[in-house]
């Protein structure tokens, strides 16, 4: 018996192992899950649970992982790298600092561990140390070298030692002629000090060398544009563009000119590129209401000025360009107000400026950020994602876009969703019991799921065949019950309430119809809310609210461990936008059942919607973990 434990111990691992390999994250979780459970003192299931997680962006979840694989073992070094790694995506640089130095204690000479100490350092000033350490790894000849040398040249220029850094840059080059970031490096130094035609001749043998660096097209397609090289700039523009389609940058500068040479269609199509990506854009803004009225949309000019006045109103500008559109859309009044006050705010220029304004005559920019590919390249846990899949629980799973929706309600169902990710079971106690005293098969779903059309004339039939049965035993509760049950299944949710209604008033004490009524209550809800205004929709929840709570109460009454009904109640405190209260019932929903995904994944929500991002991290954690793979996407997108 125990060595059958210990070949299955060891194929979880193996099978863990082999998901992890082929990044197949969420699925690799699940096997260290259950190896956790199994060996709860065992370190690897934490350890590569955590390596899982850190794929994902989940690097509080990781954290907290290491934290307990360090607790079980103090003396393995990865461990400490692994939580580094986490803590300096957290922008935790101080804590990251601490565990590269403990790895380093065990491995002095590992390159990952130093390299990512690199980093802290530069986030903490540390300029010098940084230096050390990479001075350190090229006197051993590191298979790194050229991105160490990279490096070394962008910590001098931070530094402010320009000179230093040129000279790096140059030395670099004699050791390795075919580097490209090499001349890109340098070409940004001499554009910086205006030495346009040095800074020109190393863009292009950046650019000959194939350089990944979007800056080098971006900025020699600057220098282009400054010798009226049109046709060359705009190319460059094209290849920053096709490389990254959305970099900010390379598409305004792309826009002022195609802006300058008129091509006024294609700016706009730029600016507007601009602004899906920045709202807030307001120089892009400015200049796509200045192209606006070359192909005379007024209307767009005007809507374009209003957003910036209400963010910048003293900004005289964009009063006179909307002073204009207003004009040739022949609102005369509008267009003398919008020039009185121009003009008030041109005689007045000492006025109280409000942020940052505008740029009427803003042109292009230099690109100035260097190699970001030395974290990318070099980090342990950040390889390269080339395989792609098509399904969606595969890889990193943290890029798919999710809603930011509530998990729905629990219902009872003969159908439950085929997900074998999430570990909400579908077996609960008080639904096992009814299902052998009644000859059932219904099940917990997280969903309601629509019947395909073969299966309606089968529901139908059934609701005929409960109705005979009840013209002979009308006061058998269980009957209304199931009854209910089709009809809710068939959206007929009045004949589905009624049916409830039957059912408790012939068995008091039945658990499971109070929760279906209420399910039933909530949905009716849902469909009324839909065609009410909003002044009614708040009437709405007021009446339905206290009916459904009532009756998710008096099922818990009666059956205290059915955890389905409490977190249903948080859901419909989360309708009233009650999310302290909704946080409250899911935390009583996971006293019940301490493995219930969809409490975390809610609680996580209303957590970030009251501005607990913290806790609100550690909740979409646990539910990612726990197999809602959605959760990933919405911890990257709340950030640090």
């Not at 939580?83 to 601490?98: I, P, S």
């Not at 040129?166 to 490096?185: G, M, P, Q, R, V």
């Not at 206290?546 to 955890?563: G, H, K, M």
């Amino acid at each position: 018996m125990q060595g059958h434990g210990q070949i299955n111990t060891r194929r979880l691992l193996d099978n863990g192992r082999n998901a992890l390999y082929f990044e197949d994250y969420v699925l690799s979780i699940q096997y260290f899950n259950k190896l956790a459970e199994l060996k709860p003192r065992m370190v690897e299931p934490y350890q590569y649970r955590a390596i899982a997680k850190i794929q994902l962006e989940d690097f509080l979840g990781a954290e907290a992982d290491l934290n307990h694989a360090i607790e079980l073992n103090p003396f393995e070094p990865v461990l400490y790298y692994a939580r580094g790694f986490a803590r300096k995506r957290l922008g935790r640089y101080v804590d990251a600092e601490a565990d590269f130095d403990r790895a380093l204690e065990f491995a002095p000479e590992n390159a990952d561990y130093l390299i990512n100490r690199i980093e802290t350092y530069e986030h903490t000033g540390k300029y010098d140390f940084a230096l050390r350490d990479i001075d350190f790894l090229l006197n051993r000849k590191n298979k790194n070298a050229n991105l160490l040398r990279l490096e070394r040249g962008q910590i001098l220029m931070q530094k402010g030692d320009t000179a230093a850094a040129f000279n790096n840059f140059s030395e670099a080059i004699t050791k390795d002629s075919l580097y490209a970031e090499f001349y890109a490096a340098r070409a940004l130094i001499l554009l910086l000090q205006q030495n346009d035609s040095a800074s020109l001749a190393d863009y292009d043998t950046a650019i000959r060398l194939k350089s990944k660096n979007i800056g080098s097209y971006i900025n020699r397609g600057l220098l282009r544009y400054r010798v009226k090289n049109y046709r060359g700039a705009l190319a460059d523009y094209d290849a920053a563009v096709e490389l990254d389609s959305t970099n900010i940058q390379a598409l305004f500068n792309r826009a002022m000119l195609r802006s300058e040479v008129g091509d006024w269609n294609n700016a706009e199509s730029d600016f507007s590129r601009v602004l899906a990506l920045d709202a807030y854009n307001d120089d892009a803004r400015y200049q796509r209401a200045l192209v606006a009225m070359q192909l005379r949309n007024y209307a767009t000019a005007s809507n374009d000025m209003k957003a910036i006045i209400e963010r910048h109103p003293a900004f005289a500008p964009a009063y006179f360009l909307r002073a204009d559109a207003s004009q040739a859309l022949g609102n005369t009044r509008q267009a003398a107000i919008d020039r009185y006050r121009g003009q008030q705010l041109m005689e007045s220029k000492g006025e109280i400026q409000h942020a940052r304004q505008p740029d009427p005559n803003r042109r292009a920019e230099i690109a100035e950020h260097g190699a970001d590919e030395f974290e990318d390249e070099l980090s342990y846990f950040d390889n390269n994602n080339s395989r792609r899949y098509s399904d969606k629980i595969r890889g990193q799973v943290q890029n798919q876009h999710a809603d930011m929706r509530l998990r729905k309600n629990f219902v009872l169902s003969y159908y439950s969703p085929g997900d074998n990710l999430r570990h909400t079971s579908g077996f609960n106690p008080l639904l096992e019991t009814y299902n052998r005293a009644h000859n059932s098969r219904l099940v917990l779903a997280g969903e309601e799921l629509p019947l395909v059309p073969s299966l309606i004339e089968t529901h139908f039939e059934t609701v005929n065949n409960l109705s005979n049965r009840l013209k002979l035993d009308s006061t058998n509760a269980a009957l209304y019950f199931e009854r209910g049950i089709n009809n809710s299944l068939l959206l007929n949710l009045d004949a589905a309430l009624e049916d409830m209604n039957l059912a408790v008033q012939y068995q008091p004490d039945f658990a499971l119809a109070y929760f279906c009524r209420a399910n039933i209550r909530s949905r009716l809800l849902e469909m009324q809310q839909s065609n009410a205004d909003d002044v009614d929709k708040e009437k709405l929840v007021a009446l339905a609210f206290a009916t459904i709570v009532a009756d998710y109460d008096r099922c818990t009454q009666l059956a205290p461990q059915f955890a389905p009904a409490i977190f249903n109640k948080g859901n419909i405190f989360c309708l009233k936008k009650d999310y302290n209260a909704a946080v409250a019932a899911y935390t009583d929903a996971l006293a019940v059942q301490a493995n219930l995904p969809e409490a975390f994944f809610n609680r996580g929500l209303c957590r970030l919607w009251l501005g607990d991002k913290e806790n609100a991290r550690r909740d979409l954690s646990r539910a990612g973990e726990l197999g809602i793979y959605q959760a990933y996407n919405l911890i990257k997108r709340i950030g640090n």
